[in-house]
């Protein structure tokens, strides 16, 4: 079964530091879309992506994130400066927006970032 | 934020059939009744959707009340590889909609 597939599984960094965090969606979707989880938090809505821009984008994407599809193929969240409290689990996901399950999302298993 | 209400938690035996509430009394017509489910610190994965009629997957049914206001998620033979964060979410069935998620009912399911 194809799946979303992010990297790296867990970063490292100091604070300030910026990040790149990398996901491959499924080959046929069409939207994508980043969350993230902060430990022991509910799964938050970051950033929607389609037709190479951005659909819709919550509070908490702010000026130091950015997302890109530079290829065509991998999808990626920048965090230009990274503070403390960006410490946490990063979830991409794509869905084909059409067909027979219409509305399913697909997840990647994430990528932890913590920041020091 | 979500417009759903879960009880935070629930046990199961092992076997036995889960039923998992869910209350959307603020529901829209077109907003279709979505379930995902999170192992540990997994990536939420997909369940069952549906609109207005009862589903049933591989995995799961879905029962929704005929007003919509509120709707079951019911696992037949729960495992101890069901213990999970379980997840309803109300929302219009277009691709480019997010899933906003709640706190969702942390289902344990017990040998």
């Known amino acids: 079964e194809p799946e979303v597939t992010q990297t790296p599984s867990h970063q490292v960094t100091q604070m300030g530091q910026e990040v790149i965090l990398r996901c491959v969606p499924i080959?046929?979707?069409?939207?994508f879309y980043w969350y993230r989880q902060i430990l022991g938090q509910k799964v938050e809505f970051l950033v929607s992506?389609?037709?190479?821009?951005?659909?819709?984008k919550s509070e908490i994407f702010d000026d130091q994130f950015s997302v890109e599809r530079p290829d065509g193929s991998n999808f990626t969240l920048k965090i230009r400066s990274t503070k403390l409290e960006d410490s946490a689990m990063y979830f991409c996901?794509?869905?084909?927006?059409?067909?027979?399950?219409?509305?399913?999302?697909?997840f990647g298993e994430g990528s932890r970032l913590t920041v020091l | 934020d979500a417009k759903t209400t879960q009880p935070p938690s629930m046990d199961c035996a092992e076997g036995r059939a889960a039923n998992l509430p869910c209350n959307h009394s603020?529901?829209?017509?077109?907003?279709?009744v979505y379930w995902y489910r999170q192992i540990h610190s997994q990536g939420p994965q997909y369940i069952i959707h549906?609109?207005?009629n009862n589903e049933t997957n591989e995995m799961a049914s879905l029962i929704i009340t005929e007003d919509r206001k509120s709707s079951t998620l019911i696992l037949p033979h729960a495992t101890l590889r069901d213990t999970a964060v379980y997840y309803c979410i109300v929302r219009p069935n277009s691709g480019n909609t997010p899933l906003v998620f709640g706190k969702g009912t942390r289902l344990s399911v017990i040998a």
């Open positions: 603020t529901i829209s017509g077109n907003e279709y």
């Open positions: 549906g609109l207005k």
């Open positions: 080959s046929n979707h069409l939207y």
């Open positions: 992506f389609y037709n190479n821009e951005i659909s819709e």
């Open positions: 996901a794509s869905t084909s927006g059409g067909g027979g399950r219409t509305g399913e999302l697909f």
